[in-house]
């Protein structure tokens, strides 16, 4: 049974490029969500996908965007890239029973390091 | 606001006991989740709570008081591969959106 996938590893962009990075989640699970990770820094919540819907966003500019696909697989797409961006980007899975996340458990993916020059 | 705080750093001995503490303020509550995360690898689960009391699970166990907004995980006979940083997550509505402190990095020391 494969875990939460994440695509590519590592990814180096300079300043004002576009990247969009990928998820595979947990076989069985239906809602992604994700989250930015600096060094030494706890996760922080970008956004939940649920039903190829938005569910719930977190304090990132609109530059962050998303897509989830029938499969329930999620695209991450940071726009006009800033050296702030630099983080470790973690993509999460779960279920949701009817929409309910009553002892709910994300799984992470290994993540993706992007770098920005 | 949200709010979780936990120590930044612990070190202590193989074979010993540590208690990492977490506190939290948060507009909500549904759960709290313990991850444990080596360095540039995932978070992986540790503990859940949403009920008062203590969760045993092998080496370790986790503690939640609710209305003191305080959890700690405590790990018994600590081994050189427990080294690693300890994610205190809260999930503060019905969703599945997860708060997070800084991490506590933990070494242990032979």
């Known amino acids: 049974d494969a875990g939460v996938t994440q695509s590519p590893t590592h990814l180096i962009k300079t300043r004002g490029q576009q990247v969009t990075l990928r998820c595979s989640p947990k076989?069985?699970?239906?809602?992604v969500s994700w989250y930015q990770q600096a060094l030494g820094q706890g996760p922080q919540f970008i956004f939940q996908?649920?039903?190829?819907?938005?569910?719930q966003r977190g304090n990132f500019p609109d530059r962050f965007s998303g897509h989830q696909f029938p499969n329930y697989s999620s695209e991450l797409n940071v726009n006009a890239l800033l050296l702030g961006d630099s983080a470790l980007y973690l993509c999460?899975?779960?279920?949701?029973?009817?929409?309910?996340?009553?002892?709910?458990?994300?799984?992470f993916g290994a993540g993706t390091r992007l770098s920005v020059l | 606001g949200q709010n979780i705080d936990q120590p930044t750093e612990m070190t202590a001995t193989e074979g010993a006991i540590v208690q990492i503490n977490c506190t939290y303020q948060?507009?909500?509550?549904?759960?709290l989740f313990w991850y444990q995360q080596h360095a540039g690898e995932a978070p992986t689960f540790l503990s859940y709570?949403?009920?008062?009391g203590l969760e045993e699970k092998g080496r370790f166990s986790s503690f939640l008081s609710r209305s003191k907004g305080y959890s700690y995980l405590l790990l018994k006979e600590l081994q050189m591969k427990d080294s690693a940083s300890y994610l205190c997550?809260?999930?503060?509505?019905?969703?599945?959106?997860?708060?997070f402190g800084t991490g506590t990095r933990l070494q242990v020391f032979p």
């Open positions: 999460a899975s779960s279920f949701a029973s009817g929409g309910e996340w009553v002892k709910n458990i994300q799984y």
């Open positions: 076989s069985g699970h239906d809602t």
């Open positions: 996908y649920y039903e190829e819907e938005e569910r």
């Open positions: 948060t507009s909500g509550f549904n759960g």
């Open positions: 709570n949403v009920l008062d």
């Open positions: 997550a809260v999930r503060a509505d019905n969703t599945d959106k997860l708060i």
